[in-house]
C-alpha cells in the first residue's frame, strides 16, 4: 500500500506533469537552476571562482550567497509563486488578438473624459506581476466579446506609469493584492473596481477568472444597452443645414423713375 500510493499519484498527477513540461519557459527555468548548481559545486569548474570563504574553499556556498539564498526563498513562500531555486524565467507576454487600447499617464484622463457615453472598463497591470500576465489572456478575450461602441476596453502599465497608479488608488507594493486592478468607469467617473479595498486600505481576495468578471461587472447587461444606444444614435436622422431662401427685393421704383 505504501509503494501503491505514490504510483496512483504519480499516474494521476501525469497530465499536468506534461502540460507544465510542454511550456518551455518552466523548463528553461529548471535548466537554469541545475546550471547554477553544477557550476558552483562541480570541482573542475567552480575551483576558477571567486570566493569569501574564510577556509578559501570555491566550491561551496560563501556567507554572501548564503544569504541571498535564504532572502529569495522567503520571498517565494511569501508570494506563493511558481519559482525555481535561483534564477526564473517568467512566462511570455501574451501576444494574441485583442480589442484593447493601451494608454500612458497622459492620453488615460482625456479618453475617459472624450465621451461621457462609452463605458470603459480599465485594467491597471504590470509586466513584472504574474498574476497580470495570467489574466492577460482572459481579459482579451472578453476584449473579443462584448467590445462594442459603447462599451470599450483598456489597459495602463502602472509599472511603467508610476503616477497613474497614485492616481488612482492601485498599490505598486512587490507584495500588492492589487495587481491586477478592474475599474469600470461610466460618465467618466469610477463606478467599481476589483478587487475591492477594504477600510484598512488592504485588497479583498478575489479571483480574477472570466466568469467572475462578467458576473461582478455585469457585463451581459452592460453590453446590452451600449448596443441599444449605439444603434438608437445611428437612427437618429442627421440634421441637414437649412439653405437661406433669398429675400424678394422690393420693389420700389415710382412712377417718377419710369
Known amino acids: 500500500m505504501a509503494v501503491l500510493a505514490p504510483l496512483i499519484a504519480l499516474v494521476y ?12 519557459y518552466y523548463l528553461l527555468s529548471a535548466l537554469l537552476s541545475a546550471a547554477f548548481l553544477l557550476v558552483r559545486k562541480l ?21 554572501r550567497e548564503v544569504e541571498i539564498l535564504m532572502f529569495l526563498s522567503a520571498i517565494v513562500m511569501m ?22 487600447k493601451y494608454f500612458n499617464d497622459k492620453t488615460i484622463d482625456e479618453e ?8 470603459w472598463i480599465v485594467e491597471f497591470f504590470a509586466n513584472w506581476s504574474n498574476d497580470c500576465q495570467s489574466f492577460a489572456p482572459i481579459y482579451a478575450d472578453l476584449s473579443l466579446k462584448y467590445n462594442c461602441t459603447g462599451l470599450n476596453f483598456g489597459k495602463v502599465d502602472v509599472g511603467r506609469y508610476t503616477d497613474v497608479s ?23 467617473k469610477e463606478v467599481m473596481r476589483r478587487p ?31 448596443k441599444k444606444l449605439s444603434k438608437a ?11 437661406p431662401v433669398p429675400t424678394a427685393v422690393p420693389d420700389e421704383e415710382s412712377k417718377k423713375d419710369k
Open 13 to 24: 498527477s501525469v497530465p499536468r506533469l506534461s502540460r507544465w513540461l510542454a511550456r518551455p
Open 43 to 63: 570541482p573542475p569548474v567552480c575551483h576558477s571562482l571567486p570566493t569569501q570563504r574564510e577556509d578559501g574553499n570555491p566550491c561551496d556556498f560563501d556567507w
Open 79 to 100: 508570494k506563493n509563486r511558481r519559482s525555481m531555486f535561483l534564477m526564473t524565467c517568467k512566462p511570455p507576454l501574451y501576444m494574441g488578438p485583442e480589442y484593447i
Open 112 to 119: 475617459l473624459e472624450q465621451d461621457k457615453r462609452v463605458t
Open 166 to 188: 497614485t492616481r488612482y488608488k492601485v498599490s505598486m507594493s512587490p507584495l500588492t493584492k492589487q495587481l491586477p486592478t478592474l475599474i469600470l468607469f461610466q460618465g467618466g
Open 196 to 226: 475591492q479595498i477594504d477600510k484598512k486600505g488592504r485588497a479583498v481576495s478575489w479571483t480574477f477568472s472570466e466568469e467572475n468578471v462578467i458576473r461582478e461587472f455585469n457585463l451581459n447587461e452592460l453590453y446590452q444597452r451600449a
Open 233 to 243: 444614435g445611428d437612427n437618429m436622422p442627421e440634421e441637414h443645414p437649412v439653405a
